[in-house]
């Protein structure tokens, strides 16, 4: 996790105790923060971050996160993989 100004970069290869340290850093900082971008090349390991990502954007719409945003992800062992998050 990289925190620069106001965008935070994120790996999306997390371990659960990485993504509870990732929560709870992240929620009191949520006004100061205006982007999560993800890590080149980083792929999506457990869903419990996408869920806490969903969350941040449920508590505050106007931020930026283009990985949620783009609603697909390329892994080179599964391929392409689409999901939606009605956030």
Known sequence: MQFDGDAL????SMSM???AEFAAF???????????EALE???????ALLAVLVSI????PQIVIPFLEAGKMH????GTMHFICAA
């Open 57 to 60: 954007k449920r508590a505050k």
């Open 26 to 36: 992240v929620r009191p900082r949520l006004e100061f923060i205006e982007r999560i």
């Open 17 to 19: 105790q990485e993504i």
């Open 75 to 78: 892994n080179k062992h599964y």
């Open 9 to 12: 970069t994120i790996d999306l």
């Open 41 to 47: 090349g980083s792929t999506l390991k457990r869903s």
